[in-house]
């Protein structure tokens, strides 16, 4: 708990977490436990086209959106 408080010179701990990856079997992230703490930042993604891709699942816990893969045949994030 203490590292959860002296983060970021005591302004605390920032948890950012994915909205989750399971769309192809119908799941829901607001189940989540992780997702749906009021202490984390879920972030959902998007294909290029901007479309909603294969894998993610729907969620009122998320705060962002951001860029990543739909599929094999659509760009990939690189690092």
Not at 14 to 42: E, K, M, P, Q
Not at 45 to 73: D, F, I, K, M, R
Request: glycine share 12%; proline share 1%; aromatic share 8%.
């Amino acid at each position: 708990m203490t590292s959860m408080l002296s983060g970021r010179s005591g302004k605390g701990s920032i948890f950012v977490w994915a909205s989750g990856n399971g769309g192809r079997d119908h799941d829901n992230c607001n189940c989540d436990g992780y997702t749906n703490s009021i202490w984390t930042l879920s972030i959902s993604s998007a294909t290029e086209n901007g479309l909603v891709p294969w894998y993610s699942e729907a969620c009122s816990s998320t705060l962002a959106t951001t860029y990543s893969s739909g599929s094999s045949g659509q760009k990939q994030v690189t690092l």
